[in-house]
T-cell receptor, first 113, second 114 residues
Framework: AQSVTQLDSQVPVFEEAPVELRCNYS??????LFWYVQYPNQGLQLLLK??????LVKGINGFEAEFNKSQTSFHLRKPSVHISDTAEYFC???????????FGSGTRLSIRP | EPEVTQTPSHQVTQMGQEVILRCVPI?????FYWYRQILGQKVEFLVS????????KSEIFDDQFSVERPDGSNFTLKIRSTKLEDSAMYFC????????????FGDGTRLSIL
C-alpha cells in the first residue's frame, strides 16, 4: 500500500531564508508525485508535479522539488521565502494505474519577518 | 483559468439529517473525486467517479454516502444520515483525460454536524 510521510509538522523560517520541506513515500509500483499548497481558508492548489523525465521539477511561486527514487523522497525547496508563502504544504502520491491521491499529513510553513 | 467550484462554503446540519454537497467540476474534465479533511488531520480520499459510475471508493465511503452527476455540470455528494464524526472539510476535485493529468481541487465545503 502507498503511504506518504511528512516528518515536519511545522517549519518556522525567517523571511528571505531558504526552506526545505521533506517528503518520503512508499509504494511497490511506479507513482506520480505532487505538492499541493493550502492557504488559510482556501482549497488545495497544485504547486508542482513529477510524472516522469527530469527529476528536478519547477513549480509556481519559485518552488521546486527533486524526485529521488533510491531514497523514495520528493523534498520541496525554495531558495528565498516570502511572508506570502505562509501556508500548509501537502505532499501527495498517486499510483500510475490508480485514480486516488494519497496525501501526507502536511507541513505548516510559518514565515517570520 | 477554469476552477472547480463548491457550494455552500459552510453547511451546518443537525445530526441525523441528510446533507448534499455540490460541486461544479471544470467543464471538459471527465474524472471526479471527493476527499475530506477532518480538522487537524490528513486529506483522505473518499470516492472517484467516471463515466457515470463509481470507479474507486475508500472504506470511509460506506452506505451512508452516495454520489451523483445529475446533469452535465454538477457532481454531488450526499450523506444520508449525518453523524458527528462527519464534520470535516469536503473537497471536490476533477481532472481531464490522460493518465498524467493532475487533479484540480475546489475550495471545499466545511460541514459542521451539531
Amino acid at each position: 500500500a502507498q503511504s506518504v510521510t511528512q516528518l515536519d509538522s511545522q517549519v518556522p523560517v525567517f523571511e528571505e531564508a531558504p526552506v526545505e520541506l521533506r517528503c518520503n513515500y512508499s509504494s511497490s509500483v511506479s507513482v506520480y508525485l505532487f505538492w499541493y499548497v493550502q492557504y488559510p481558508n482556501q482549497g488545495l492548489q497544485l504547486l508542482l508535479k513529477y510524472l516522469s523525465g527530469s527529476t528536478l521539477v519547477k513549480g509556481i511561486n519559485g518552488f521546486e522539488a527533486e524526485f529521488n527514487k533510491s531514497q523514495t523522497s520528493f523534498h520541496l525547496r525554495k531558495p528565498s521565502v516570502h511572508i506570502s508563502d505562509t501556508a500548509e504544504y501537502f505532499c501527495a502520491v498517486r499510483e500510475s494505474s490508480a485514480s486516488k491521491i494519497i496525501f501526507g499529513s502536511g507541513t505548516r510553513l510559518s514565515i517570520r519577518p | 483559468e477554469p476552477e472547480v467550484t463548491q457550494t455552500p462554503s459552510h453547511q451546518v446540519t443537525q445530526m441525523g439529517q441528510e446533507v448534499i454537497l455540490r460541486c461544479v467540476p471544470i467543464s471538459n474534465h471527465l474524472y471526479f473525486y471527493w476527499y475530506r479533511q477532518i480538522l487537524g488531520q490528513k486529506v483522505e480520499f473518499l470516492v472517484s467517479f467516471y463515466n457515470n459510475e463509481i470507479s474507486e471508493k475508500s472504506e470511509i465511503f460506506d452506505d451512508q454516502f452516495s454520489v451523483e452527476r445529475p446533469d452535465g455540470s454538477n457532481f454531488t455528494l450526499k450523506i444520508r444520515s449525518t453523524k458527528l464524526e462527519d464534520s470535516a472539510m469536503y473537497f471536490c476535485a476533477s481532472n481531464g483525460a490522460g493518465d498524467n493529468q493532475p487533479q484540480h481541487f475546489g475550495d471545499g465545503t466545511r460541514l459542521s454536524i451539531l
